[in-house]
């Protein structure tokens, strides 16, 4: 039986590892504000938009099934590669990846089916790319530390 040797863990490691947990909390805090429809929260949503809290709530419960699927797939996979990381297991690799396919769907269809009401699309694009800039630089950097064996 063939077993892989970790190294020792720099202090880098825990540092990034955390910080992604805590940046992946706000995807899963949005998650779940929208789907407890906390009405405070997505009133602040709707500064600088033509758009009531209840047409908000209502645009997101008419989305069809499968796109919130894929919300939750980029939220709760970025949580869980988050997680899985700070458990320096490689399979942070695949939830980040799969969190990747999430974002991806999510992205096109916000920019195909934007909000009503939203006429000024700079923050969502520039949001999104901050997004998509984390996620691959934790997807490469999950991908070093199994090269460098940090995790196994």
């Known amino acids: 039986m063939m077993t892989t040797m970790r190294i020792k863990t720099p202090t880098s490691f825990w540092i990034i590892a955390v910080l992604s947990l805590l940046w992946n909390g706000f995807g899963a ?12 929260y997505i009133e602040g949503m709707t500064q600088g938009m033509n758009l009531t809290v209840d047409e908000l709530i ?16 980029g939220v709760w996979g970025s949580v869980a ?22 974002l991806i769907v999510t992205s096109v ?14 923050f969502p694009i520039i949001l999104t790319a901050i997004v998509f800039a984390v996620l691959f630089a ?5 991908r070093r530390m199994i090269a460098r064996r940090v995790i196994a």
Not at 29 to 40: G, I, K, S
Not at 110 to 122: K, S
Not at 138 to 142: A, P, R, V
């Open 109 to 122: 269809l916000g920019f195909v089916d934007p909000i009503p009401g939203q006429t000024d699309l700079t």
């Open 81 to 102: 590669g988050s997680l899985l990381l700070l458990m320096r297991s490689r399979h942070a690799l695949a939830a980040f990846l799969v969190s990747l396919v999430g």
């Open 138 to 142: 934790l997807i490469f950097y999950t």
């Open 29 to 40: 805090n949005d998650y779940m504000q929208m789907h407890l429809q906390n009405r405070a």
């Open 58 to 73: 209502a645009f997101y419960a008419a989305r069809p099934w499968w796109v919130d699927a894929f919300w939750a797939l």
